[in-house]
């Protein structure tokens, strides 16, 4: 029985495909280990969105080649999104890899693995707009929480994005395929479900030809078992007056919106071949605030984008600190080789990380105000543990999201368990992070 090591990197959709690869190797007989170095064969599925990501990809790989020249480690597989990309040139420059697995063949990595084992060096590419893999998932997250994707692709076409060449168009789950997921996984203990796709609010625009977002969010809600859904990456255009009447009147929708802007001039969004303009953002922001009291705002935003001059910047800054949302993932631009904006003029890679770490120092004042302004509230907390460096559980309520958000450190009379709500008196921080006491 070999035994199989699985590194996945990048975003929650990405670790989706690990988890289903993971359920194959299982149902397969491989024997699954978390340590390389205990391991026959390494699998690393890779993110190649920006060049951070293809850095980081190319890091692991590199890390894994060396293992495989002690001996211990006898086949390495490169999957995902830097496999699809780069498929004429990945073994050429790698000769440490042997095999390579495309975004559209999570479903052979048992086969792909075996031929390795044989002495192949094998390269699968299949359908990149296929319909979605249906396969089961080892669920690596929680305790108590698990992403379910409800859609694959993006027919977007953002001018600075590679992600329709390598995750292929929009297409959509069947609602029932979701929904028996979505049971599957409260049976086992799943309370938070977050929905995840390239842009959830198309859902359905290719199945049924009709936004079907707030329907399939209902639908979720009356799961028993579930009891938190959060919604991530939802398009500004897309909050319809039926979605956001969903999200303000469903108990179990969390308060909390992922919503990426990218930028606020209207010219560089109509630039970036963005869906709206930045007056349209401007409107809805309050509106939302308006119609779901207690909201909290999650956005990204990419700085040094072609078009952006001092001034667009600055006009960036005053939103910000305008519109005072409290999440931000704040990136430099990073041109990609194959999309319109890689030729289109821009400031150098310095001074697009420079007016990153200026928006990333507003937006921690944003967040700090936001978090002083919840001490002494009583909040809802999933635990996920205990944390032994600082002696306290550490779990998250409605408005931090797992691993792109901070977390609620918090003292109990006695043991907590992991996977179990919690309510929690906000007292202070600790080292950025709320604490408090268990009631």
């Not at 893999?133 to 379910?148: K, Q």
């Not at 909290?296 to 910047?313: D, K, M, N, Q």
Request: glycine share 8%; with cysteine; aromatic share 6%.
């Amino acid at each position: 029985m070999n035994k199989v090591c699985l590194i996945s990197l990048g975003c929650a959709k990405n670790l989706i495909d690990s988890e289903q690869m993971l359920s194959l190797l299982d149902e397969a007989g491989f024997q699954l280990t978390g340590d390389p170095e205990e391991a026959d064969a390494a699998i690393v599925n890779t993110c190649a969105f920006i060049e951070s990501a293809k850095s980081e990809a190319i890091e692991n790989i590199l890390a894994m080649g060396e293992l495989k020249k002690t001996g211990k480690l006898r086949k390495l597989i490169v999957t995902g999104c830097l496999a699809q990309r780069y498929r004429g040139e990945l073994l050429q420059e790698m000769p440490e890899i042997d095999a390579l697995l495309g975004t559209g063949s999570v479903r052979d990595i048992v086969a792909v693995l075996r031929d390795a084992f044989a002495g192949k060096r094998p390269q699968l590419y299949g359908d990149i707009n296929a319909a979605l893999d249906e396969s089961g998932r080892v669920v690596s997250t929680g305790p108590g929480w698990a992403y379910i994707k409800i859609a694959e692709g993006c027919s977007n076409n953002c001018a600075y994005c590679v992600i329709p060449s390598i995750r292929g168009r929009f297409r959509s789950r069947p609602m029932e395929n979701i929904l028996s997921e979505a049971r599957a996984l409260a049976e086992t203990g799943i309370k938070e479900l977050i929905v995840v796709a390239q842009d959830p609010t198309m859902y359905g625009m290719d199945l049924y030809h009709k936004r079907a977002l707030a329907e399939l969010i209902r639908e979720l809600a009356k799961i028993e078992g579930v009891e938190w859904i959060r919604l991530h990456y939802l398009y500004p255009d897309g909050l319809t007056d039926e979605l956001i009447d969903t999200i303000a009147n469903e108990p179990k929708v969390l308060k909390y919106l992922d919503i990426p802007i990218q930028h606020i001039n209207n010219k560089i969004l109509k630039d970036m071949r963005r869906r709206g303009t930045g007056d349209d953002i401007r409107a809805l922001l309050p509106k939302l605030r308006a119609r779901i009291p207690g909201l909290v705002l999650r956005t990204s935003l990419i700085t040094g984008l072609p078009g952006e001059g001092e001034a667009e910047f600055e006009e960036l800054c005053d939103f910000l600190r305008e519109a005072k949302i409290e999440r931000a993932g704040v990136f430099p631009f990073s041109p990609e080789e194959g999309t319109p904006a890689f030729d289109m003029p821009h400031v150098d890679a310095a001074e697009a990380q420079r007016r990153a770490e200026l928006i990333s120092e507003l937006q921690e004042r944003i967040m700090e105000e936001y978090n002083a302004s919840r001490l002494g509230s009583t909040v809802r907390v999933l635990c996920e543990g205990f944390d032994p460096d600082v002696g306290l559980y550490v779990g998250r309520s409605f408005a931090e999201s797992p691993d792109v958000d901070g977390v609620i450190y918090f003292g109990s009379p006695d043991e907590a368990v992991a996977g179990t709500f919690y309510d929690v008196v906000i007292r202070g921080d600790l080292d950025g992070d709320l604490a408090g006491e268990r009631i």
